[in-house]
C-alpha cells in the first residue's frame, strides 16, 4: 500500500510591490523620498528593485521599513540570508571550434600552421 507523501511547504512568496508601498507610506516615506535620501537623483530609481534584484535598495527600502530584506523578497535570499544570484556580468561562454577565427594567409588557423 503506498504512502501518502508529506505535503510540500509553500514556497514562500515575494512582498506584492503595492504591500511594500503601502508599508514605506505607512513608515513615512515614499521610494522617491527615500531615493533623494539616499543620494539617488533620477524619480524612479528605487522603484527598479520591483523589476529586477538590487541588494542595495532591498536593504535600503527593508530598513525603511524596520525589517530584513529577505522577509520582503525570500525568493531572492538562501536559508543563511545571503543573495542566492550571481554579481557582476555573466561569464563569457568559449568560443565553439567552428568559430574559431581564420587568419587572412589562406583561411589557416595560425596555430596549426606552425605545428602547435
Known amino acids: 500500500m503506498p504512502t501518502a507523501a508529506a505535503p510540500k511547504k509553500p514556497a514562500p512568496q515575494d512582498w506584492h510591490p503595492s504591500d511594500i508601498k503601502a508599508a514605506l507610506d505607512k513608515a513615512g516615506w515614499s521610494l522617491r523620498q527615500l531615493g533623494f535620501e539616499h543620494g539617488y537623483t533620477g524619480d524612479s530609481s528605487l522603484s527598479e528593485v520591483f523589476r529586477r534584484a538590487w541588494p542595495k ?3 535600503i527600502i ?3 521599513i524596520g ?3 529577505q522577509e520582503i523578497w525570500p525568493s531572492r535570499y538562501d536559508a543563511n540570508g545571503n543573495p542566492n544570484r550571481r554579481r557582476g556580468r555573466a561569464p563569457k561562454r568559449p568560443a565553439h571550434a567552428s568559430c574559431k577565427a581564420t587568419t ?3 583561411g589557416r588557423n595560425p596555430q596549426k600552421a606552425a605545428g602547435a
Open 62 to 64: 527593508a530598513s525603511a
Open 67 to 69: 525589517l530584513r530584506p
Open 57 to 59: 535598495a532591498e536593504g
Open 104 to 106: 587572412r594567409a589562406g
